[in-house]
């Protein structure tokens, strides 16, 4: 099951955020009709599963939104690094066990 964390951040002279939960639970369509009344510097919605953030999302001063983490295509990249690691790894081994046949 999913749970939504909307917050709201505002910057006042100390360049320090302030941060204000707007809402946190289970229900999707609060959790947007919370975003959708409220204006200010920044809104972040982070998305958690099974008590891991898997995505957050960013909008500043009323623009766009953006995808602020995706951890599922930072899951997929560090899959591919490792993949190529080990690639580079088994060939490697490959070469010095040859190396031992001479």
């Not at 749970?3 to 709201?8: A, D, I, L, P």
């Not at 955020?17 to 946190?24: F, R, T």
């Amino acid at each position: 099951m999913n749970t939504y964390v909307v917050t709201k951040e505002t910057e006042y002279y100390s360049n320090e955020p302030i941060k204000k939960v707007l809402y946190a639970g289970v229900n999707r369509e609060v959790a947007f009709s919370k975003i959708n009344d409220t204006s200010g510097n920044r809104l972040v919605l982070d998305v958690w599963f099974d008590g891991i953030k898997i995505k957050s999302f960013i909008r500043i001063r009323n623009d766009e939104w953006q995808v602020g983490f995706d951890k599922l295509a930072n899951t997929k990249k560090e899959i591919e690094d490792y993949s190529t690691k080990l690639k580079e790894a088994q060939s490697f081994l490959e070469m010095l066990e040859r190396a031992e046949q001479v």
